[in-house]
């Protein structure tokens, strides 16, 4: 997942950083425009035994960084691990940010059509 979102900057004039550490440990993207614009970006995957710790992870990243704010992204391949990433998400207090700066990204395969038959 990581190496296809260094896809999406392709071509742009933002600043992307994989893995850069800033002393407090490695986020997995910081991007920027210029010293006074920068977001973490951290990936999940719903099935990591410290989901619920990225809250937290990420907001050390932030301050190490000097940040603006955050992205997290958490990857769910099942309905269950979708199911229990919301309730991560909620019990942190951050229903409000799904959507905003939390998305939950439904990667599961047996509840789409394949456009090839649709």
Not at 47 to 60: M, R, Y
Not at 82 to 106: C, F, R
Request: proline fraction near 2%; glycine fraction near 6%.
């Amino acid at each position: 997942m990581q190496r296809l979102f260094r896809f999406v900057w392709y071509g742009t004039n933002y600043k992307v950083d994989a893995e850069p550490n800033n002393g407090r440990g490695q986020a997995d993207f910081i991007i920027s425009m210029g010293q006074k614009n920068q977001s973490i970006v951290e990936f999940k995957l719903a099935s990591n035994s410290a989901l619920a710790h990225v809250f937290t992870q990420v907001k050390i990243y932030e301050a190490a960084n000097c940040s603006d704010g955050s992205l997290i992204a958490i990857f769910c391949f099942s309905e269950s691990e979708y199911l229990y990433s919301e309730q991560i998400v909620k019990a942190a207090g951050y229903e409000n940010m799904i959507g905003e700066s939390i998305y939950l990204i439904d990667c599961r395969n047996d509840n789409k059509p394949s456009a090839s038959i649709a």
